[in-house]
């Protein structure tokens, strides 16, 4: 789930260079086994849970599991050096951003043989799982963002779930007039997944591929309608707070904690945090799938992780391994466990009729209204050069008008994505 950082030169030197085959081939003893590279800190209780899984797939196959957590910070490194080194593990979780990057460097196998038939998987994580017409990321889990709230707030204010535009903007100024020492709503402008649902909801977009060229969606009257909308909660109708400008969802996340926010989007795994953190305040908790500018929902980004293997691994085991970690009985835990959703459609469905109230919208919203950033080797760059929060940010301090703001963001989206 995590951005990726701008290529390296051991990552194209990484060109000619593959790992030979179990445990990337460059130890005997590694060889004997199946090499897995997990992502840190997604799953608080990860080790019991591999340990299940690898004892399941040793007793099916008679091939031992070597699992190693890799934090998410390093992923990016870690993989280029191993590229570079012929140290690569058999399997690995990749951040859905790395997928096409590594798929373009000839890193990953092409799994669309082994998985065939993707109609099962959520269409998001399958897309952006695929690369010139090939699926090199099997779906693992997802999260969402849709919108957290204080029930306590809402109740004590008589106040019901917006479900359009108007109602969210009617809701969180009342809110802020009620409320002197809550922010209503922030508006982070360091937070690029909070921006694109209201750029999508308005019938907006980032960018899209047209022919053999990327062509930046940012300045069309749709786009510049959401980020307005956005922008304007601050701006015009007082709900945000001056300091959310240079906030990250973590700040989010922290200034909820403290009592200081009334509703945010937020994403799916945010409130076992807020409840962990404060339990009281987790008995206060709501949610709802983020409404579109006249009903529905808008689009919010759907990120998350694939399981990729790599090229000179035995991708018959490893997909043996995938297939154990993407089944319902292990899929099932993990979401149990790490408050993400699953990667097949059947599974979350399952949890869209869940009674849970911190856990249907999430779901809804996944089904409902979810999409993909733009499937670009070079989007980790964007992400990297902090594009749409500079974009939103020169609108919240004034250094821009939002048709400045976009023409800026979309000339760098297109010169990044079109770079050769």
């Not at 998985?115 to 399958?126: H, I, K």
């Not at 694109?196 to 591929?209: D, K, L, Q, S």
């Not at 059947?346 to 856990?359: F, N, T």
């Amino acid at each position: 789930m995590q951005p990726m950082i701008p290529r390296t030169a051991a990552v194209l030197t990484a060109l000619a260079l593959t790992a030979a085959g179990c445990g990337g081939g460059g130890d005997d003893e590694a060889s004997e086994g199946l090499l897995v590279w997990i992502m840190e800190g997604t799953n608080p209780d990860a080790t019991a849970y591999f340990d299940a899984v690898g004892e399941r797939y040793e007793e099916e196959t008679g091939t031992p599991v070597e699992v190693q957590f890799v934090p998410w910070a390093d992923a990016h490194d870690r993989f280029t050096k191993g590229m570079a080194g012929g140290t690569l593990p058999d399997v690995a979780e990749l951040g859905t951003t790395f997928t096409p990057e590594f798929a373009e460097l000839g890193a990953l196998a092409d799994l669309t043989g082994q998985a065939g038939d993707t109609s099962a998987y959520n269409e998001a994580l399958v897309e952006a799982g695929t690369y010139d017409g090939s699926l090199y990321g099997m779906p693992w889990y997802a999260g969402v963002r849709s919108v957290l709230y204080r029930t306590d707030v809402f109740e004590e204010h008589g106040l019901e779930v917006p479900e359009n535009w108007d109602e969210l903007r009617e809701t969180a100024v009342a809110i802020s007039e009620a409320e002197e020492d809550m922010v209503a709503f922030p508006v982070p402008g360091d937070a690029a997944y909070s921006v694109m649902p209201f750029v999508w909801g308005a019938g907006g977009g980032i960018a899209e591929r047209s022919g053999d060229r990327w062509e930046g969606l940012l300045t069309s009257e749709e786009s510049r309608e959401g980020l307005t909308y956005y922008t304007d909660l601050a701006l015009e109708d007082g709900v945000s707070s001056t300091g959310a400008a240079t906030w990250k969802e973590t700040d989010v996340q922290d200034n909820f904690v403290d009592g200081n926010v009334a509703m945010a989007i937020s994403g799916s795994w945010t409130p076992r945090a807020i409840s962990e953190a404060d339990p009281e305040l987790g008995e206060n908790l709501g949610a709802f799938p983020i409404p579109g500018p006249d009903g529905g929902y808008s689009p919010s980004f759907l990120g998350g992780s694939h399981l990729g293997v790599f090229e000179g691994a035995d991708t018959e085991a490893a997909w043996s391994y995938i297939e154990l970690l993407t089944g319902d009985e292990f899929a099932r835990r993990w979401t149990e466990e790490s408050t993400y959703f699953p990667g097949k459609q059947a599974q979350i469905e399952a949890l869209a009729d869940s009674e849970d109230p911190l856990v249907r919208p999430f779901a809804e919203q996944i089904l409902e209204a979810s999409r993909a950033a733009p499937v670009s080797p070079k989007w980790g760059e964007v992400e990297g050069a902090q594009v749409l929060p500079g974009m939103v940010q020169s609108v919240l301090n004034g250094d821009a008008t939002v048709e400045e703001a976009t023409e800026t963001a979309n000339t760098e989206i297109e010169d990044t994505l079109n770079q050769d």
